[in-house]
Nanobody
Framework: VQLVESGGGLVQSGGSLRLSCAASGSFRSINAMNWYRQAPGKGRELVASITSGGSPNYAVSVKGRFIISRGNAGNTLYLQMNSLKPEDTAVYYC???????????????????WGQGTLVTVSL
């Protein structure tokens, strides 16, 4: 199972960007999906999450500015980022809980999968 992010780039303060994350590979289901970010010299932090049912949660720092959503098939994750600030500059990572089938009897296993990250830079 792979997650591939896209949509990062350079934007001016106050601008908007939309990140996408597409899941591919063989899996039974994708459960919760999340966006994390890691700013230079800092640890990775959870930005937003969304359940398989579509219920979102946000970090206080982005609430009211960012919107997390999933595509209709549930295999694609988006992050609409508005009113961007220089402190939003970071590498943004897609993360998901995935259930995969491990044998012909149908046994399953839950995995945590990460994307490679996409850089968002917000200038003054």
């Amino acid at each position: 199972v792979q997650l591939v992010e896209s949509g990062g780039g350079l934007v001016q303060s106050g601008g908007s960007l939309r990140l996408s994350c597409a899941a591919s590979g063989s899996f039974r289901s994708i459960n919760a999906m999340n966006w994390y970010r890691q700013a230079p010299g800092k640890g990775r932090e959870l930005v937003a999450s969304i359940t398989s049912g579509g219920s979102p949660n946000y970090a206080v720092s982005v609430k009211g500015r960012f919107i997390i959503s999933r595509g209709n098939a549930g295999n694609t994750l988006y992050l609409q980022m508005n009113s961007l600030k220089p402190e939003d500059t970071a590498v943004y990572y897609c993360n998901a809980g995935v259930t995969v089938v491990t044998n012909i009897e149908g046994a399953t296993r839950d995995l945590e999968v990460w994307g490679q990250g996409t850089l968002v830079t917000v200038s003054l």
